[in-house]
Nanobody, 123 residues
Framework: QVQLVESGGGLVQAGGSLRLSCAAS????????MGWFRQAPGKEREFVAA????????YGADSVKGRLTISRDYAKNTVYLQMNSLKPEDTAVYYC????????????????WGQGTQVTVSS
């Protein structure tokens, strides 16, 4: 059974940092694109970043570039999202997702999803 389990969310003050983790199990994800999405209350789900199996990375909105960094550890089957200089507008539920493939597009249809982890940034 494939599972993606996010962790690392929480409450942080503006300007602070968090590192989200997504542990994948049930299969190897070496041939998968691993992505992060977020959804704020009352808003549509937003693509944040994705990384493919050779380490190519695509980020979503310009507002996250330079502040959020995606990475993956193949040995641990885990993908991370390091978030620095957090802003109140980063408040959302963050989801990890995986899809078989190589070419990253912003968004797209993913095969597997985690349950999400809440990130709240106070001003």
């Amino acid at each position: 059974q494939v599972q993606l389990v996010e962790s690392g969310g929480g409450l942080v003050q503006a300007g602070g940092s968090l590192r989200l983790s997504c542990a994948a199990s049930g299969r190897t994800f070496n041939n998968y694109i691993m992505g992060w999405f977020r959804q704020a209350p009352g808003k549509e789900r937003e693509f944040v970043a994705a990384i493919n199996w050779i380490g190519e990375i695509t980020y979503g909105a310009d507002s996250v570039k330079g502040r959020l960094t995606i990475s993956r550890d193949y040995a641990k089957n885990t993908v991370y999202l390091q978030m620095n200089s957090l802003k109140p507008e980063d408040t959302a539920v963050y989801y990890c997702a995986a899809k078989l493939g190589f070419q990253i597009v912003k968004g797209g249809v993913y095969d597997y999803w985690g349950q999400g982890t809440q990130v709240t940034v106070s001003s």
